[in-house]
């Protein structure tokens, strides 16, 4: 099961994606998505929402935990 985890912010967001197969994790990546300092707000969370569309698309995680 590939589980995407995030650690939520406006400045940097936290991320990972785990398989966890039977009893073990195993790490398949981890990063952060950060928007520019003095962006406004709307433009910030647009930017954070496409960074997890993209992460979605490629890790095709069937779990998300926040």
């Given amino acids: 099961m590939i589980i995407l985890g ?4 406006l400045a940097i967001v936290g991320w990972g994606v785990v398989d966890y197969q039977k009893t073990r ?6 990063g952060s ?5 003095k962006t406004p707000t709307e433009k910030r969370l ?6 997890m569309q993209e992460l ?10 926040v």
């Fill in 6 to 9: 995030i650690d939520p912010g």
């Fill in 25 to 30: 994790f195993q790490t398949v990546a981890y």
């Fill in 33 to 37: 998505l950060q928007t520019p300092a």
């Fill in 46 to 51: 647009l930017q954070i929402y496409n960074g």
């Fill in 56 to 65: 979605i698309a490629t890790y095709h995680p069937e779990a998300i935990a």
